[in-house]
């Protein structure tokens, strides 16, 4: 089968010939059918010094924003059935730790990652625990499913706030989980939700979604106009300007949430945080509970894709996706390793 692997340090994947895997002990053989190209994912591929982590675990199958068919289930009949269609949740943890026990298995000690630590879905087949694959509500169209992941992202980043009714928000970043957010924001009851973009976001579209779905595109230089009138502010693109900019924009009193990697280390004005009592938080992953209410929100059409996906390629040309991230040619790659269906 095919799969995508970072098998070197330096920018750059390879496309290799693996096994098809067999499942043991409680999973199930997935058959893919969507995989997303994340920002961790970008990271990973131009191998930027925050993701050097992962030369312990190289060569590493990528991909972590999948779902799929299940083609073979547990013999014992838990979990997923064959054919059943599976958005996979990518992160395996212990249960036992700490932070598990406390419902916080997003930061589990024991915690391993499909697509880092062991192979992710940027291949034909993957296996998967059955606990890990959750079945995706009839009707719920190819894009919507495909963006899953990031949307349970972007579910446990809105419980961190307080949303209220009225509330004045902003985007910084209208990429997928950005848009995502922005979906989540309105249905809570956000009285505005600002999506603030780069001119590659609005070249690529980023900013005529945001407005499809219900939100105000701004440009990062019309950004000054909306300046302390944000009661909270949600940071979904990877820079220390998006960051900069959102500590503009909060109000006092306000909540600053930051999603993004690779930001790396910045200058934050402490000072005007005290005084201006605006509270900066980050919100990391999902837990179980975020999946359950990902899908739910999916299959009630409250969040829908609603053409957040940008570029719909076959898994032999994820270089050519990679590429189209880096140059701001695309806003969301999927890649499907069949016929693509969806664009």
Request: glycine share 14%; aromatic share 4%.
């Amino acid at each position: 089968m095919i799969s995508v692997v970072k098998d070197r340090e330096e920018p750059g994947i390879s496309l290799v010939d693996l096994p098809v895997p067999s499942p043991t002990g409680d999973q199930v053989l997935i058959r893919i059918d969507t995989v997303g190209i994340c920002g961790s994912d970008l990271h990973v591929y131009e191998w930027i010094p925050e993701y050097r982590w992962l030369k312990p675990h190289l060569p590493s199958g990528l991909g972590h924003e999948m779902t799929g068919t299940v083609v073979e289930a547990r013999p014992d009949g838990i979990g997923p059935q064959v054919n059943q269609r599976v958005a996979i949740r990518p992160a395996i943890t212990c249960g036992e730790c700490e932070p598990c026990q406390r419902g916080a298995s997003q930061r589990c000690t024991n915690r391993v990652r499909m697509g880092y630590e062991r192979p992710g879905g940027l291949a034909e087949f993957m296996v998967a625990p059955s606990a890990n694959a959750y079945p995706i509500p009839d009707g719920v169209d190819v894009e919507s499913a495909a963006l899953t992941e990031p949307l349970t992202v972007a579910v446990h980043a809105v419980k961190q706030v307080d949303v209220r009714p009225g509330s004045r928000v902003a985007v910084v970043g209208p990429g997928a989980i950005g848009l995502l957010a922005l979906q989540l924001l309105k249905a809570r009851g956000a009285r505005e939700v600002l999506v603030v973009g780069t001119e590659f976001d609005a070249a690529g579209g980023g900013l005529e979604v945001a407005e499809r779905l219900g939100g105000i595109g701004l440009l990062n230089t019309e950004a000054a106009s909306a300046s302390g009138t944000c009661d909270i502010v949600i940071v979904t693109a990877g820079s220390g300007a998006g960051l900069d900019q959102s500590l503009d924009l909060v109000a006092k009193g306000g909540t600053v949430c930051v999603i993004a990697l690779g930001i790396g280390r910045r200058h934050v004005d402490i000072d005007r945080l005290v005084r201006s009592e605006a509270k900066l938080i980050g919100s990391f992953g999902s837990v179980q509970g975020d999946w359950l209410d990902a899908l739910e929100l999916l299959g009630s059409g409250l969040v829908r894709g609603g053409g957040i996906v940008s570029h719909w390629l076959p898994l032999r040309d994820a270089e050519t996706g990679f590429e189209k991230l880096v140059s701001h040619e695309a806003r969301k790659v999927i890649l499907q390793p069949g016929e693509v269906k969806a664009r």
